[in-house]
């Protein structure tokens, strides 16, 4: 699968459809985050558990 492809699957199935089940297999296991100054979590590296929480407080 070519990145392309991969984000695609990603933005679809754990963004679009809230498959936050998924994340595990999009994300490695420790996620930083970048380049969103409004972001609570700027700076900060995550693991699947609190990238899960990131997403349901971004839909809520």
Same mark, same amino acid.
């Given at each position: 699968?070519?990145?392309?492809?991969?984000?695609?699957?990603?933005?679809?199935?754990?963004?679009?459809?809230?498959?936050?089940?998924?994340?595990?297999?999009?994300? @490695?296991? /420790? $996620?930083?985050?970048? +380049?969103?100054?409004?972001?609570?979590?700027?700076?900060?590296?995550?693991? @699947?558990? /609190? $990238?899960?929480?990131? +997403?349901?407080?971004?839909?809520?």
């Amino acid at each position: 699968m070519n990145n392309d492809s991969f984000l695609r699957e990603f933005m679809t199935e754990v963004w679009n459809k809230q498959g936050f089940d998924k994340v595990e297999k999009y994300i @490695h296991n /420790e $996620y930083n985050i970048y +380049l969103d100054t409004a972001d609570p979590w700027e700076g900060k590296t995550l693991s @699947h558990l /609190e $990238y899960k929480k990131r +997403l349901k407080y971004s839909f809520n």
